[in-house]
């Protein structure tokens, strides 16, 4: 199978493509980037051609695409590699509206491709084998939810609201939602949010807290931020915990570490050995591309996790919950 | 003058370093559980919160609140409040036991949590259906200092508490199991000092009825928004 990456302004795409590189039978063919410097560079980094022409790059054979530009530009690479018959791995968030999300997903349909959104958590083992506890019955019936998702400030386009659609609230609660979306199988109804800046002095959020309702009732608390600074012991952390009737659980993706003590730099630093969730989420796009089969995380669920982190900025604006629309 | 702390023994611990003078301090189920007992005038009676309604029957009690007799809360409350104008995100999380009509302890936390950040500017308070079970009530609250938190309860057969602080490059991560010193199931994380007690109780008078009737009032307009 032949792949190419469209954008390395996300630093995903760095990971997406070292997946790719310790594959069997998957090759890199090339890369598509506005950012003549940077294609140059990572060009030279995998050994591939850099592509500058984002038309003659989509003319070239290849099976699919993985986008990682800013996410302003998610919608233009997406209908232009959907037009070119190319399936489409696309970075979260999917779009910075619903509107164009829905544009991206009719599109992939009308061109019969696969348009799956990268939420790598998905692919963690510890979430998973939540996954499947919930889905044997074990937790009983799902009451509650209590996430969180934060890191460090990435900086550069992140910060320009021009070109990522919003700050940590965006970034850090579509995965998630995702999660919770895809434990309980319901959408969520109602947002409310309070969202701020206050560990950067940055034009845009790096905070929020997030309260949700689901369709069935269930409850969620979730906290999303850019909080953690570069001497904390990892860059950030995923952790869900579900409350259901039986039992509660809580669940913590990076929690398999060992504790590194130095006296070098950082004096603590968490070195994980858990499963590397972005290998597994390439190996399921590739088995969905092999296969022909809907993706395990379509353009709907990506529309549905940024629908929600959207709500949030709207009910922080109005103070006041937002009911989220439905989308069929 | 005597000190009569009313309270659940279990959850006391007598520390190595005590400070108070242990003689005139007395710990006590409640005040029916001494035969004989006669408060004098001098005798100053603590009460937890959660027995409240009983201290019209003394002069000039006290109240102490659950969490802030905790230890590992004035320790939080020390690193947070080293920074006069602390803005960030708190998060508190409860498993608990508490069997009353879920309010109180609500109320209660906001009170105490309000010591390191000023009054709640707003609050919104989430629940599951009343009929489902563990309930679970999730708080949402905005300070007038623009710190932002969640207090997340689930009111079952435990005792758990977790408090996070994210700062301007300062991260408090508290979780009362893993701080436990022994390893067993039983434990001794939640448990008062004598010392703490003593030292934050309240004076029962209007301007503490005040303060928690305007919580009560923030929570019960938060459960309608």
Redesign the interface.
């Known amino acids: 199978m032949k792949i190419g990456i469209m954008s390395f302004a996300h630093m995903h795409a760095y990971s997406y493509s070292d997946c790719i590189m310790k594959l069997p039978n998957v090759e890199l063919i090339g890369v598509f980037d506005d950012d003549q410097k940077r294609g140059n560079e990572v060009a030279e980094q995998y050994h591939i051609p850099f592509y500058p022409d984002q038309a003659a790059f989509l003319s070239e054979e290849m099976d699919a695409v993985i986008i990682c530009s800013e996410n302003i530009h998610h919608k233009e690479m997406v209908i232009n590699a959907a037009k070119a018959k190319k399936h489409i791995l696309c970075e979260k968030p999917i779009a910075t509206s619903v509107e164009d999300a829905q544009e991206m997903i009719d599109i992939c349909k009308e061109n019969d491709v696969i348009l799956q959104i990268a939420f790598p958590v998905r692919f963690s083992s510890p979430i998973r084998k939540l996954k499947e506890l919930i889905d044997n019955g074990e937790l009983g019936?799902i009451?509650?939810f209590?996430t969180t998702n934060?890191g460090q400030n990435p900086g550069g386009w992140f910060i320009d609201e021009k070109l990522s659609g919003g700050g940590a609230v965006l970034d850090h609660t579509v995965h998630m939602v995702d999660i919770m979306r895809w434990y309980v199988g319901k959408e969520v109804t109602e947002v409310?949010a309070?969202v701020?800046s206050?560990?950067h002095d940055i034009p845009i959020d790096d905070?929020?807290?997030v309260?949700l309702?689901f369709e069935n009732?269930?409850?969620?608390?979730h906290?999303a931020?850019w909080?953690?600074?570069s001497e904390?012991p990892t860059w950030g952390d995923v952790t869900i915990e579900v409350?259901g009737?039986k039992q509660?659980i809580k669940v913590d993706a990076l929690k398999e570490h060992v504790r590194l003590f130095s006296s070098e730099g950082k004096t603590l630093s968490h070195e994980f050995f858990g499963n590397d969730m972005d290998l597994g989420l390439i190996q399921d796009f590739i088995a969905c591309v092999e296969q022909g089969r809907e993706p395990s995380i379509t353009g709907f669920d990506g529309l549905k996790a940024m629908q929600v982190a959207l709500a949030a900025y709207k009910s922080s604006r109005l103070?006041?919950?937002v009911m989220i629309e439905r989308v069929e | 003058m005597r000190k009569l702390i009313i309270g659940d023994l279990d959850k006391f611990t007598l520390e190595v370093n005590q400070m108070k003078e242990k003689e005139d301090t007395y710990l006590i189920r409640s005040l029916n559980d001494v035969d004989h007992l006669v408060l004098s005038h001098d005798d100053q009676v603590f009460f937890p919160m959660s027995k409240l309604p009983q201290v019209k029957s003394v002069d000039d009690p006290y109240v102490y609140f659950d969490l802030e007799s905790y230890p590992f809360f004035q320790k939080a409350k020390e690193i947070i409040t080293s920074d006069p104008h602390p803005q960030g995100v708190f998060r508190l999380r409860r498993k608990t036991r508490s069997t009353t009509t879920n309010d109180p302890i609500i109320v209660d936390d906001l009170f105490v949590v309000s010591s390191m950040f000023g009054s709640p500017k707003m609050v919104y308070v989430k629940r599951t259906a009343k009929d489902q079970s563990p309930l679970h009530i999730i708080v949402t609250v905005t300070f007038n200092c623009g710190t932002m938190a969640h207090l997340d309860y689930t009111f079952m057969d435990e005792e758990v508490i977790e408090l996070e602080w994210s700062g301007n490059k300062k991260i408090i991560e508290f979780t009362s199991m893993e701080a436990d010193p022994f390893a067993t199931k039983k434990d001794h994380t939640l448990i008062y000092s004598i010392d703490s007690v003593l030292d934050h109780s309240h004076p029962v008078n209007d301007s503490l009825l005040k303060r928690l009737d305007d919580i009560r009032n923030l929570v019960t307009r938060g459960d309608q928004r």
């Open positions: 019936e009451v509650a209590r934060r409310y309070i701020d206050f560990f905070a929020g807290l309260t309702e009732g269930v409850i969620a608390s906290d931020s909080s953690r600074f904390y409350v009737t509660t103070n006041e919950k």
